[in-house]
T-cell receptor
Protein backbone atom coordinates (compact mmCIF):
# COMPACT_ATOMS: atom_id res chain seq x y z
CA UNK A 1 0.00 0.00 0.00
CA UNK A 2 1.39 3.42 -0.90
CA UNK A 3 2.28 5.64 2.02
CA UNK A 4 3.50 9.09 2.91
CA UNK A 5 6.99 9.00 4.37
CA UNK A 6 8.57 11.64 6.56
CA UNK A 7 12.16 12.15 7.64
CA UNK A 8 13.61 12.44 10.15
CA UNK A 9 11.35 10.81 12.70
CA UNK A 10 12.83 12.96 15.46
CA UNK A 11 14.82 16.17 15.20
CA UNK A 12 16.36 18.06 18.07
CA UNK A 13 17.53 21.57 17.32
CA UNK A 14 18.72 24.63 19.18
CA UNK A 15 16.54 27.70 19.36
CA UNK A 16 17.24 30.03 16.47
CA UNK A 17 18.45 27.30 14.15
CA UNK A 18 16.85 26.47 10.82
CA UNK A 19 15.25 23.09 10.31
CA UNK A 20 13.92 21.36 7.23
CA UNK A 21 11.36 18.62 7.59
CA UNK A 22 11.00 16.33 4.64
CA UNK A 23 8.07 14.45 3.23
CA UNK A 24 7.58 12.18 0.26
CA UNK A 25 3.87 12.21 -0.62
CA UNK A 26 2.16 9.42 -2.49
CA UNK A 27 3.30 9.66 -6.08
CA UNK A 28 0.03 10.33 -7.93
CA UNK A 29 -1.34 12.76 -5.34
CA UNK A 30 -1.89 16.39 -6.20
CA UNK A 31 -2.57 18.16 -2.90
CA UNK A 32 -0.06 18.36 -0.06
CA UNK A 33 -0.37 19.56 3.50
CA UNK A 34 1.51 20.18 6.70
CA UNK A 35 -0.13 19.90 10.09
CA UNK A 36 1.33 20.11 13.53
CA UNK A 37 0.32 18.74 16.91
CA UNK A 38 1.76 20.31 20.02
CA UNK A 39 1.92 17.77 22.84
CA UNK A 40 -1.49 17.36 24.41
CA UNK A 41 -3.22 19.61 21.91
CA UNK A 42 -5.20 19.09 18.75
CA UNK A 43 -3.87 18.64 15.25
CA UNK A 44 -3.62 22.06 13.59
CA UNK A 45 -3.54 22.91 9.92
CA UNK A 46 -0.47 24.83 8.76
CA UNK A 47 -0.48 24.99 4.98
CA UNK A 48 -1.82 23.40 1.82
CA UNK A 49 0.03 23.23 -1.48
CA UNK A 50 -1.32 22.57 -4.94
CA UNK A 51 0.03 23.11 -8.43
CA UNK A 52 3.38 24.24 -7.06
CA UNK A 53 2.04 27.01 -4.90
CA UNK A 54 0.51 27.56 -1.50
CA UNK A 55 -3.26 27.35 -1.77
CA UNK A 56 -4.03 28.15 1.84
CA UNK A 57 -2.18 28.82 5.07
CA UNK A 58 -3.18 29.29 8.67
CA UNK A 59 -2.27 32.08 11.06
CA UNK A 60 0.40 29.82 12.51
CA UNK A 61 2.22 29.74 9.16
CA UNK A 62 4.04 33.04 9.48
CA UNK A 63 7.16 34.31 7.75
CA UNK A 64 9.33 31.86 9.66
CA UNK A 65 7.77 29.01 7.73
CA UNK A 66 8.11 28.09 4.09
CA UNK A 67 7.28 25.09 1.95
CA UNK A 68 8.79 23.79 -1.21
CA UNK A 69 8.43 21.00 -3.67
CA UNK A 70 11.96 21.07 -5.06
CA UNK A 71 11.56 18.06 -7.30
CA UNK A 72 8.81 15.70 -8.35
CA UNK A 73 8.78 13.74 -5.11
CA UNK A 74 9.80 15.73 -2.02
CA UNK A 75 7.69 18.25 -0.12
CA UNK A 76 9.56 20.18 2.55
CA UNK A 77 8.69 22.42 5.46
CA UNK A 78 11.36 24.88 6.53
CA UNK A 79 11.36 26.75 9.80
CA UNK A 80 13.85 29.53 9.45
CA UNK A 81 14.59 30.39 13.07
CA UNK A 82 13.07 27.91 15.47
CA UNK A 83 11.45 28.94 18.72
CA UNK A 84 10.75 26.82 21.78
CA UNK A 85 7.05 26.90 20.95
CA UNK A 86 7.72 25.26 17.59
CA UNK A 87 8.31 22.00 19.43
CA UNK A 88 5.61 19.68 18.15
CA UNK A 89 4.87 16.69 15.98
CA UNK A 90 4.68 17.74 12.36
CA UNK A 91 2.57 15.67 10.00
CA UNK A 92 2.67 15.74 6.25
CA UNK A 93 -0.40 14.61 4.31
CA UNK A 94 -1.32 14.16 0.68
CA UNK A 95 -4.57 13.87 -1.20
CA UNK A 96 -5.09 12.50 -4.67
CA UNK A 97 -8.08 14.56 -5.77
CA UNK A 98 -11.61 15.53 -4.82
CA UNK A 99 -13.51 12.45 -5.87
CA UNK A 100 -14.23 10.92 -2.51
CA UNK A 101 -10.70 10.18 -1.39
CA UNK A 102 -9.19 10.95 1.97
CA UNK A 103 -5.90 12.49 3.00
CA UNK A 104 -3.09 10.09 3.86
CA UNK A 105 -0.80 11.09 6.69
CA UNK A 106 2.85 10.38 7.28
CA UNK A 107 4.14 9.09 10.58
CA UNK A 108 5.25 12.53 11.64
CA UNK A 109 8.47 14.25 12.64
CA UNK A 110 8.85 15.08 16.29
CA UNK A 111 10.63 18.41 16.48
CA UNK A 112 12.19 19.36 19.81
CA UNK A 113 13.59 22.85 20.14
CA UNK A 114 15.93 23.33 23.07
CA UNK B 1 -15.06 29.76 10.49
CA UNK B 2 -15.35 26.02 10.68
CA UNK B 3 -14.83 24.35 14.02
CA UNK B 4 -15.09 20.85 15.39
CA UNK B 5 -16.01 19.94 18.96
CA UNK B 6 -15.32 16.62 20.58
CA UNK B 7 -17.14 16.42 23.86
CA UNK B 8 -15.04 13.92 25.75
CA UNK B 9 -11.38 14.44 26.48
CA UNK B 10 -10.72 11.01 27.98
CA UNK B 11 -12.98 7.98 28.01
CA UNK B 12 -12.18 4.89 30.04
CA UNK B 13 -14.06 1.67 29.29
CA UNK B 14 -13.79 -1.99 30.08
CA UNK B 15 -13.46 -4.50 27.28
CA UNK B 16 -16.77 -5.42 25.64
CA UNK B 17 -18.36 -2.12 26.65
CA UNK B 18 -20.06 -0.06 23.97
CA UNK B 19 -18.50 3.13 22.77
CA UNK B 20 -19.89 6.39 21.49
CA UNK B 21 -17.68 9.41 20.94
CA UNK B 22 -19.37 12.69 20.17
CA UNK B 23 -18.41 15.07 17.39
CA UNK B 24 -20.16 18.26 16.38
CA UNK B 25 -19.08 20.69 13.73
CA UNK B 26 -20.02 24.19 12.78
CA UNK B 27 -20.28 24.99 9.12
CA UNK B 28 -23.35 25.89 7.17
CA UNK B 29 -22.42 24.33 3.87
CA UNK B 30 -21.65 20.86 2.58
CA UNK B 31 -18.97 19.00 4.44
CA UNK B 32 -16.86 15.89 4.25
CA UNK B 33 -16.51 14.17 7.60
CA UNK B 34 -13.79 11.91 8.90
CA UNK B 35 -12.71 9.99 11.95
CA UNK B 36 -8.99 9.36 12.33
CA UNK B 37 -7.32 7.19 14.94
CA UNK B 38 -3.83 7.60 16.35
CA UNK B 39 -2.45 4.56 18.14
CA UNK B 40 0.36 5.25 20.62
CA UNK B 41 3.50 6.20 18.74
CA UNK B 42 1.89 5.92 15.34
CA UNK B 43 0.56 8.24 12.67
CA UNK B 44 -3.01 9.22 11.99
CA UNK B 45 -4.99 6.54 10.23
CA UNK B 46 -8.39 6.90 8.65
CA UNK B 47 -11.15 4.97 10.43
CA UNK B 48 -14.02 6.05 8.25
CA UNK B 49 -15.32 8.90 6.17
CA UNK B 50 -18.58 10.37 4.97
CA UNK B 51 -18.86 12.22 1.69
CA UNK B 52 -22.45 11.59 0.61
CA UNK B 53 -25.12 8.89 0.50
CA UNK B 54 -26.07 6.67 3.41
CA UNK B 55 -25.49 8.71 6.58
CA UNK B 56 -24.51 5.58 8.49
CA UNK B 57 -20.99 4.72 7.47
CA UNK B 58 -19.01 1.70 8.43
CA UNK B 59 -15.28 1.80 8.85
CA UNK B 60 -12.48 -0.51 9.76
CA UNK B 61 -12.24 -2.58 12.94
CA UNK B 62 -15.98 -2.59 13.57
CA UNK B 63 -16.37 1.18 13.91
CA UNK B 64 -19.28 3.09 12.47
CA UNK B 65 -20.46 6.67 12.50
CA UNK B 66 -23.73 8.39 11.79
CA UNK B 67 -24.03 11.76 10.12
CA UNK B 68 -27.03 13.66 11.43
CA UNK B 69 -27.21 16.82 9.36
CA UNK B 70 -29.83 18.52 11.52
CA UNK B 71 -27.62 18.15 14.57
CA UNK B 72 -24.33 18.88 12.79
CA UNK B 73 -23.06 15.70 14.36
CA UNK B 74 -20.94 12.75 13.30
CA UNK B 75 -20.66 10.48 16.33
CA UNK B 76 -18.41 7.45 16.32
CA UNK B 77 -19.67 4.15 17.69
CA UNK B 78 -18.49 0.64 18.34
CA UNK B 79 -20.72 -1.96 20.01
CA UNK B 80 -17.94 -3.79 21.84
CA UNK B 81 -14.49 -2.32 22.38
CA UNK B 82 -11.27 -4.24 22.73
CA UNK B 83 -8.06 -3.44 24.57
CA UNK B 84 -6.42 -2.85 21.18
CA UNK B 85 -8.80 0.06 20.57
CA UNK B 86 -6.85 2.10 23.10
CA UNK B 87 -5.85 5.16 21.09
CA UNK B 88 -6.71 8.77 20.47
CA UNK B 89 -9.62 9.48 18.14
CA UNK B 90 -9.96 12.62 16.08
CA UNK B 91 -12.99 13.88 14.27
CA UNK B 92 -12.24 16.08 11.25
CA UNK B 93 -14.23 18.13 8.81
CA UNK B 94 -13.57 19.92 5.60
CA UNK B 95 -15.85 22.01 3.48
CA UNK B 96 -16.76 21.20 -0.06
CA UNK B 97 -17.61 23.42 -2.96
CA UNK B 98 -17.30 27.13 -3.52
CA UNK B 99 -15.82 28.99 -0.62
CA UNK B 100 -14.70 25.78 1.05
CA UNK B 101 -11.11 25.18 1.99
CA UNK B 102 -10.36 22.19 -0.15
CA UNK B 103 -8.24 19.72 1.73
CA UNK B 104 -7.93 21.85 4.81
CA UNK B 105 -9.03 19.40 7.45
CA UNK B 106 -10.21 20.98 10.66
CA UNK B 107 -9.64 18.61 13.55
CA UNK B 108 -11.32 18.31 16.88
CA UNK B 109 -9.17 18.23 20.00
CA UNK B 110 -9.29 14.47 20.11
CA UNK B 111 -10.66 11.95 22.57
CA UNK B 112 -8.31 9.60 24.30
CA UNK B 113 -9.84 6.15 24.73
CA UNK B 114 -8.41 3.79 27.32
CA UNK B 115 -9.78 0.25 27.33
CA UNK B 116 -9.12 -1.81 30.44
CA UNK B 117 -8.53 -5.51 29.82
Amino acid sequence: EPEVTQTPSHQVTQMGQEVILRCVPISNHLYFYWYRQILGQKVEFLVSFYNNEISEKSEIFDDQFSVERPDGSNFTLKIRSTKLEDSAMYFCASLRDWTGTEAFFGQGTRLTVV
Amino acid sequence: AQSVSQHNHHVILSEAASLELGCNYSYGGTVNLFWYVQYPGQHLQLLLKYFSGDPLVKGIKGFEAEFIKSKFSFNLRKPSVQWSDTAEYFCAVNARGNGGSQGNLIFGKGTKLSVKP
